[in-house]
C-alpha cells in the first residue's frame, strides 16, 4: 500500500483544515490508520487513529477539536482539524496499521507511512 496525505496548510489560530490520506494498492479496509505529526525539534506524536471498524482514538491534546473518519470506498481516512492553536503546528502523517487497537498510539505500530503534510497555524 501507497499512502498520499494533502491538506495541510497556513491557518490563523482558530481556524480549520481538513487533512486527506489516500491509499493506493493493498486492501484499505482491513487496515487500522493513524495520524501523526512532528513539530521542528520535536519527536513524532500521535495524534488519532481509526480502526478498521471505525472506532476512533484521539491524543489527549486533540479530544474534542479534531475528528478522524474514515471512507472505505474511497480509500480515505480523513482528519478535520477546528480551533487549531499555534501548538498544532507540525507536519502530519498518515500511516497504515495491521496491529490491534491498543498498540496504535505507538509509531512503531505502523507498517506504511505518507510523505507527510504541512500545517502552520499562526498567532
Known amino acids: 500500500v501507497q499512502l498520499q496525505a494533502s ?3 497556513l ?6 483544515l481538513r487533512l486527506s ?3 493506493s494498492g493493498g486492501t ?4 487500522n490508520m493513524g495520524w501523526f505529526r512532528q513539530a521542528p525539534g520535536k519527536e513524532r506524536e500521535f495524534v488519532a487513529g481509526v480502526t478498521r471498524s471505525s472506532t476512533p482514538l484521539y491524543a489527549d491534546s486533540v479530544k474534542g477539536r479534531f475528528t478522524v473518519s474514515r471512507e472505505n470506498g474511497q480509500k480515505t481516512v480523513n482528519l478535520q482539524m477546528n480551533s487549531l492553536t499555534p501548538d498544532d503546528t507540525a507536519v502530519y502523517f498518515c ?4 496491529s490491534v487497537l491498543s498498540a496504535l498510539r505507538t509509531s512503531d505500530s505502523y507498517h506504511t507511512w505518507g510523505q507527510g503534510t504541512l500545517v502552520t497555524v499562526s498567532s
Open 7 to 9: 491538506g495541510g496548510g
Open 11 to 16: 491557518v490563523r489560530a482558530g481556524g480549520s
Open 21 to 23: 490520506c489516500v491509499a
Open 28 to 31: 484499505f479496509r482491513n487496515y
Open 95 to 98: 500511516a497504515a496499521s495491521n
